[in-house]
């Protein structure tokens, strides 16, 4: 039967060749006029009925049947509230939801979890966001049994293990430490903060401190007040049997008792935020972003079907008002676009933004309220509402091809109190829109008089000053504040603090001696280097120069190309790999390094604040004296000395490998003559005392002649 219809198809196609190619064809091609083609309206979403039950202890259930594919997928919502996460550990919710699945459960460790799961093709998540919390999974239908067991188990008793809730912490730290680096995600925070009030719970951000601040047991209360049967509203979609399905939930959540029933608490709503300007400054950027924003509304509002296609026709795409208007026509942003202000349990935030440059960011923001405003007084044209409607409803039909993703849908508005069948209300509103219900819309929720403006980017290169734009100003500080010391050490004494310098001193001498030292102006090295990250090494020789302090350039030899970076004394770039970038923060961060290279170190020893601590310290099996300088801009910084004197190591908090500030070592070793100096050959750096870079001096060069143009960024290619 195969291989008769696979003959058909090759008979056909012969066919089909044969009439592509024939005189009445090539005529009929001359007529074809691809413009007059029709594209029938797409159908609206067809919502299937589920069924759907309440278990005795409050569950709500929802059952779907699908037997094209032997696959079962679930999703599980709980009701939450940020309510219940103290402003002390704001990222408590994100880390017990994690840690809910990769720590597992008592019985069922989360590595057990991963490997089992993986052997049979089935994957469970979780997680707690602000208004909920959710959990998932997807297996073969033979498997439905084991999984929803293992989903079951890890819900209502999860294990919280430490390891697990410190890997969580680590890639929370790793959140903060990046959370400046993309313009468009600020914009979005600070917007938030504006309009809510930085206090406000949907405005807060975890910091070092508060993640740190987070114990087993926080997430352990937080888990029973959240992850409750009464709370719960199930989903179940596939390859099953209703009433087996049922048995089997019964089974594993049958005799999970009601929580205490306390209500979840409301949603704080902010008031109308005051119109001004929000000035955070960002030096390491070369663009600027702007938003205007204000306070917006709920789903359910009956404004909804039309501000999403005002929203799309606004800033949707590259047919929008604002793309068109400030990208296309003025050339004057990289992107734009808008967000209505709609959200399922509280108002929203209405935003429209743009990213631009930094010499025309105020001209630009003129013209984002400028063009916001006239949606509001005049409707948009024919063609943006009709492309904009269009991409709403196409959108719509597309995010709800599968019949799960509407049932998954159906269980969110059960648990959220909105009708079930607010997708075919919604719709039927959306049938209803047009130019004239869009523009009654937009005057009733969008208001210029309310506007929060946001800019981010360098004061000094706009075109214009902040206060010109006729707006109150105020300052935002997005600085990220770095975790508390973990160096606890008071104030020295006079004796403490002679005899730090007394151990520096020493180092220096044995090294060579504080003339020496300072005699050094500049130096050439090169050096093998192995850089360990995520458990890989990768080996590479560096060539460094550096006239002190601030003139350097390192470049790197990779197995897969070539990476160098410099600072010429005024701006820091990296070129490599057929990239070529500026490096606004370099600058800083040699000025770090020179205060802690040995060159200044031992040359300058008296203009450190050098205090002795009382208790030695033992590492690597040697009794270590410690000593603590007090910097401005380095913060815990140590000093480990030999029984001979020698400087043996030195910490400081740095910045890790990607993942926020921690602990930096630097081990020193092999220490040889070079002219008048002992120089360490040897250096082993650790972060969190896990091996991060090893590297072997192959030779050092001592005041070398170093043209100016050695540090200047090369020509772009």
């Given at each position: 039967?195969?291989?008769?219809?696979?003959?058909?198809?090759?008979?056909?196609?012969?066919?089909?060749?044969?009439?592509?190619?024939?005189?009445?064809?090539?005529?009929?091609?001359?007529?074809?006029?691809?413009?007059?083609?029709?594209?029938?309206?797409?159908?609206?979403?067809?919502?299937?009925?589920?069924?759907?039950?309440?278990?005795?202890?409050?569950i709500?259930?929802?059952?779907?049947?699908?037997?094209?594919?032997?696959?079962?997928?679930?999703?599980?919502l709980?009701?939450?509230?940020?309510?219940?996460?103290?402003?002390?550990?704001?990222?408590?919710?994100d880390?017990?939801?994690?840690?809910?699945?990769?720590?597992?459960?008592?019985?069922?460790?989360?590595?057990?979890?991963?490997?089992?799961?993986?052997?049979?093709?089935?994957?469970?998540?979780?997680?707690?966001?602000?208004?909920q919390?959710?959990?998932?999974?997807?297996?073969?239908?033979?498997?439905?049994?084991?999984?929803?067991?293992?989903?079951?188990?890890?819900?209502?008793?999860?294990?919280?293990?430490?390891?697990?809730?410190?890997?969580?912490?680590?890639?929370?730290?790793?959140?903060?430490?990046?959370?400046?680096?993309?313009?468009?995600?600020?914009?979005?925070?600070?917007?938030?903060?504006a309009?809510?009030?930085?206090?406000?719970?949907?405005?807060?951000?975890?910091?070092?401190?508060?993640?740190?601040?987070?114990?087993?047991?926080?997430?352990?209360?937080?888990?029973?007040?959240?992850?409750?049967?009464?709370?719960?509203?199930?989903?179940v979609?596939?390859?099953?049997?209703?009433?087996?399905?049922?048995?089997?939930?019964?089974?594993?959540?049958?005799?999970?008792?009601?929580?205490?029933?306390a209500?979840?608490?409301?949603?704080?709503?902010?008031?109308?935020?005051?119109?001004?300007?929000?000035?955070?400054?960002?030096?390491?950027?070369?663009?600027?972003?702007?938003?205007?924003?204000?306070?917006?509304?709920?789903?359910?509002?009956?404004?909804?079907?039309?501000?999403t296609?005002?929203?799309?026709?606004l800033?949707?795409?590259?047919?929008?008002?604002?793309?068109?208007?400030?990208?296309?026509?003025?050339?004057l942003?990289?992107?734009?676009?808008?967000?209505?202000?709609?959200?399922?349990?509280?108002?929203g935030?209405?935003?429209?933004?743009?990213?631009?440059?930094?010499?025309?960011?105020?001209?630009?923001?003129?013209l984002?309220?400028?063009?916001?405003?006239?949606?509001?007084?005049?409707?948009?044209?024919?063609?943006?509402?009709?492309?904009?409607?269009?991409?709403?409803?196409?959108?719509?039909?597309?995010?709800?091809?599968?019949?799960?993703?509407?049932?998954?849908?159906?269980?969110?508005?059960?648990?959220?109190?909105?009708?079930?069948?607010?997708?075919?209300?919604?719709?039927?509103?959306?049938?209803?829109?047009?130019a004239?219900?869009?523009?009654?819309?937009?005057?009733?929720?969008?208001?210029?008089?309310?506007?929060?403006?946001?800019?981010?980017?360098?004061?000094?290169?706009?075109?214009?000053?902040?206060?010109?734009?006729?707006?109150?100003?105020?300052?935002?500080?997005?600085?990220?504040?770095?975790?508390a010391?973990?160096?606890?050490?008071?104030?020295?004494?006079?004796?403490?603090?002679?005899?730090?310098?007394?151990?520096?001193?020493?180092?220096?001498?044995?090294?060579?001696?504080?003339?020496?030292?300072?005699?050094?102006?500049?130096?050439?090295?090169?050096?093998?280097?192995?850089?360990?990250?995520?458990?890989?090494?990768?080996?590479?020789?560096?060539?460094?120069?550096?006239?002190?302090?601030?003139?350097?350039?390192?470049?790197?030899k990779?197995?897969?190309?070539?990476?160098?970076?410099?600072?010429?004394?005024?701006?820091?770039?990296?070129?490599?790999?057929?990239?070529?970038?500026?490096?606004?923060?370099?600058?800083?961060?040699?000025?770090?390094q020179?205060?802690?290279?040995?060159?200044?170190?031992?040359?300058?020893?008296?203009?450190?604040?050098?205090?002795?601590?009382?208790?030695?310290?033992?590492?690597?099996?040697?009794?270590?004296?410690?000593?603590?300088?007090?910097?401005?801009?380095?913060?815990?910084?140590?000093?480990?000395?030999?029984?001979?004197?020698?400087?043996?190591?030195?910490?400081?908090?740095?910045?890790?490998?990607?993942?926020?500030?921690?602990?930096?070592?630097?081990?020193?070793?092999?220490?040889?003559?070079?002219?008048?100096?002992?120089?360490?050959?040897?250096?082993?750096?650790?972060?969190?005392?896990?091996?991060?870079?090893?590297?072997?001096?192959?030779?050092?060069?001592?005041?070398?002649?170093?043209?100016?143009?050695?540090?200047?960024?090369?020509?772009?290619?």
């Amino acid at each position: 039967m195969t291989t008769a219809r696979t003959m058909f198809r090759l008979a056909l196609l012969g066919l089909l060749a044969l009439v592509a190619v024939s005189p009445a064809r090539a005529q009929d091609d001359a007529k074809f006029d691809p413009k007059k083609l029709t594209t029938p309206a797409l159908r609206r979403v067809q919502v299937p009925k589920p069924e759907r039950y309440v278990m005795p202890n409050g569950i709500v259930i929802f059952l779907l049947e699908s037997h094209e594919l032997p696959v079962v997928r679930a999703r599980a919502l709980f009701k939450s509230s940020p309510l219940w996460v103290p402003d002390e550990k704001v990222g408590l919710g994100d880390l017990t939801g994690e840690v809910v699945r990769s720590g597992g459960s008592a019985a069922h460790g989360g590595d057990w979890l991963d490997d089992r799961l993986a052997a049979i093709g089935a994957s469970i998540n979780t997680g707690v966001s602000n208004d909920q919390a959710s959990g998932g999974f997807r297996c073969l239908t033979d498997n439905t049994g084991e999984v929803l067991s293992l989903f079951a188990e890890i819900l209502r008793a999860p294990d919280f293990p430490a390891d697990k809730i410190e890997l969580s912490k680590v890639g929370l730290r790793q959140g903060i430490a990046s959370r400046n680096d993309e313009m468009i995600p600020i914009l979005i925070r600070v917007a938030t903060e504006a309009v809510y009030g930085k206090d406000n719970p949907y405005a807060r951000k975890a910091e070092y401190a508060t993640v740190e601040a987070i114990a087993r047991k926080d997430c352990q209360q937080l888990h029973a007040r959240v992850f409750q049967p009464n709370r719960m509203v199930l989903a179940v979609y596939g390859d099953f049997k209703s009433s087996e399905m049922k048995k089997l939930l019964a089974e594993k959540f049958g005799d999970w008792k009601k929580g205490d029933g306390a209500a979840v608490p409301p949603p704080p709503v902010p008031g109308v935020a005051k119109a001004r300007l929000v000035f955070a400054p960002k030096e390491d950027v070369t663009q600027s972003g702007i938003i205007i924003s204000h306070l917006g509304f709920r789903a359910d509002d009956p404004d909804y079907a039309d501000m999403t296609v005002f929203e799309m026709a606004l800033g949707g795409g590259f047919q929008s008002r604002l793309v068109n208007k400030i990208r296309t026509e003025r050339g004057l942003a990289y992107a734009a676009g808008a967000a209505a202000g709609a959200d399922y349990a509280r108002p929203g935030v209405f935003m429209a933004y743009s990213l631009t440059r930094t010499d025309s960011a105020l001209t630009a923001l003129d013209l984002l309220r400028q063009e916001t405003t006239k949606v509001t007084e005049a409707p948009f044209t024919d063609a943006e509402l009709t492309v904009a409607k269009e991409s709403v409803v196409n959108g719509l039909v597309f995010s709800f091809a599968e019949p799960s993703a509407i049932l998954f849908r159906s269980a969110f508005f059960e648990l959220t109190g909105y009708p079930l069948d607010f997708l075919e209300r919604y719709q039927k509103a959306l049938e209803g829109v047009n130019a004239a219900t869009v523009l009654e819309a937009g005057k009733r929720k969008i208001h210029p008089d309310r506007f929060v403006a946001i800019v981010v980017g360098k004061e000094k290169e706009f075109e214009k000053p902040l206060e010109s734009m006729g707006l109150d100003v105020e300052r935002a500080d997005i600085s990220i504040p770095p975790p508390a010391s973990k160096v606890a050490v008071g104030e020295g004494s006079p004796e403490a603090l002679a005899k730090g310098q007394a151990l520096l001193a020493k180092a220096a001498g044995l090294a060579g001696g504080r003339a020496a030292w300072g005699a050094i102006k500049s130096i050439s090295m090169n050096s093998d280097e192995v850089i360990t990250m995520q458990g890989q090494s990768m080996a590479m020789t560096s060539v460094m120069h550096w006239r002190m302090p601030d003139r350097y350039v390192a470049t790197r030899k990779l197995a897969m190309g070539e990476i160098a970076q410099g600072f010429d004394g005024t701006s820091g770039w990296m070129a490599g790999m057929g990239q070529l970038r500026d490096e606004p923060k370099a600058g800083e961060e040699l000025k770090k390094q020179y205060e802690r290279s040995l060159f200044r170190l031992f040359a300058e020893p008296g203009t450190y604040q050098v205090q002795a601590l009382g208790e030695p310290k033992t590492v690597d099996g040697v009794i270590c004296s410690v000593a603590l300088i007090k910097s401005e801009t380095t913060r815990d910084w140590l000093l480990y000395f030999a029984p001979d004197g020698a400087l043996a190591r030195m910490e400081y908090m740095g910045e890790g490998m990607g993942s926020g500030p921690a602990k930096t070592a630097t081990v020193y070793g092999d220490w040889k003559p070079v002219g008048n100096v002992q120089y360490p050959h040897s250096e082993k750096t650790l972060v969190d005392e896990k091996p991060a870079m090893e590297a072997k001096v192959t030779s050092l060069t001592l005041n070398p002649t170093l043209a100016d143009d050695l540090f200047k960024k090369p020509a772009a290619k």
